[in-house]
């Protein structure tokens, strides 16, 4: 079965990548409003954690706000297909404040920099210039996606994914003992 999913999502990605790039935008805005509207238990919980953070606004401005993340979150998924094109345009990316990235990383200490994950980790890679980073994500049940999802990160030379397990955390410190960027 999981081969057969794989197969799938390989066909899907081979379509996806045939369109421009607008459209694999526009594509993934209706993926994430599909996504909303269909798994209620992702969009209950996107929901809840929106009132809890902003208990001000309104719940009209709640939703809109969450089926924004959805379109966000799933376009960046997409972006990750192509992201090594995508990365080398650099009217595609918007980095504020890289000073303060790069200045970090020429101390001599481990640089831990936190983000809203509001888009792909290999977009994030492009701030901190040369200095490769270390980054942590979770396994995927279907290991022939995983194997491909693993394989389009290590085209990037600049950043080592390290599985989220029980030993994450002791692994992450070891690397900032390294003087690595955790992002």
Known sequence: MYFIQYIVARFFIFLLLLLPEKLRFKFGDFLGNLTYKLIKSRRMTA??????AFPEKSDEEIEKIARKSFRIMIKAFLCSLWFDKYLKNPKNINII??????NACKKDKGV????????????????TG???????????????????IT????KANY?????????????????????????
């Open 130 to 148: 040369e200095n490769k980073i270390i980054t942590v994500a979770k396994k995927q049940r279907n290991p022939y996606i995983n194997d491909y």
């Open 47 to 52: 929901l809840m954690n929106l009132k809890m």
């Open 159 to 183: 950043m080592e994914v390290i599985e989220k397990n029980e030993r994450t955390s002791r692994v992450l410190i070891s690397k900032l003992r390294e003087k690595k960027v955790i992002a």
């Open 112 to 127: 831990m920099a936190a983000t809203m994950h509001m888009g792909n980790m290999e977009a994030s890679t492009v701030c």
């Open 151 to 154: 394989k389009l990160r290590g």
């Open 97 to 102: 404040n890289q000073e303060s990235m790069l």
